[in-house]
């Protein structure tokens, strides 16, 4: 079952518009939330993250808001740009005895229209 | 920078023959992760290691199998590869074991074609 969900496969953003990627999940144990970024054939870089202990993260043109009560997290891209036409994975981690298990969304794949 | 290495970017194999993809981190990293990505179910974990020789199941597990003889390596196995192992296989790494703000970091991703 899929405990970390991005539900909107496609998003399409004029350049200078704001972009917002949502993810919602259901296990109220996670800790910690990051968001990926993945161009294709390559690998996932990490892009931001934030704490359950806080409900906003910034980190220049990106800004990620958390909501626990809601079990919800969305990413704000502003201004966008075309270089952030990419893949977006929303992760969540929860922490183990032996350490972190980490859990993906589907992934949203923006594009930013110039 | 953290820098987590494949072997290979493309790979062809044929049906029933035996795979290695192999992982190095550079950073000394104690967890090791490989995930298979596929369009429309995102990342899914096949197996991790949070130290030398130890290995975990993750969620899809079922016809692969893992090595970690050295820290900083760790390879998957397709015992008898199948088209529909078809797929790109992802390498992670992460620092802290017992860290709440632990972070992944990527490879570059291997993308295996199964004929």
């Known amino acids: 079952d899929q405990q970390v969900k991005q539900n909107s496969p496609s998003l399409s953003v004029q350049e200078g518009r704001i972009s917002i990627l949502n993810c919602d999940y259901t296990?109220?144990?996670?800790?910690?939330f990051l968001w990926y970024k993945k161009y294709p054939a390559e690998g996932p870089t990490f892009l931001i993250s934030?704490?359950?202990?806080?409900d906003k993260n910034e980190d220049g043109r990106f800004t990620v808001f958390l909501n626990k009560s809601a079990k919800h997290l969305s990413l704000h891209i502003v201004p966008s740009q075309p270089g952030d036409s990419a893949v977006y994975f929303c992760a969540a981690s929860e922490m183990f005895d032996t350490g972190n298990q980490f859990y993906f969304g589907t992934g949203t794949s923006l594009t930013v229209i110039p | 920078d953290v820098k987590v290495t494949q072997s290979s970017r493309y790979l062809v194999k044929r049906t029933g023959e035996k795979v290695f993809l192999e992982c190095v981190q550079d950073?000394?990293?104690?967890?090791m992760f490989w995930y298979r990505q596929d369009p429309g179910l995102g990342l899914r974990l096949i197996y991790f290691?949070?130290?030398?020789?130890?290995?975990e199941k993750g969620d899809i597990p079922e016809g692969y199998s893992v090595s970690r003889e050295k820290k900083e390596r760790f390879s998957l196995i397709l015992e008898s590869a199948s088209t529909n192992q078809t797929s790109m296989y992802l390498c992670?790494?992460?620092?802290?074991?017992?860290?709440?703000?632990?972070?992944?970091?990527f490879g570059p991703g291997t993308r295996l074609t199964v004929l």
């Open positions: 296990n109220s144990m996670f800790d910690y």
């Open positions: 934030i704490s359950s202990i806080k």
């Open positions: 950073m000394d990293h104690e967890n």
């Open positions: 992670a790494s992460s620092l802290y074991g017992l860290s709440t703000t632990d972070t992944q970091y």
């Open positions: 290691s949070y130290d030398v020789k130890m290995k």
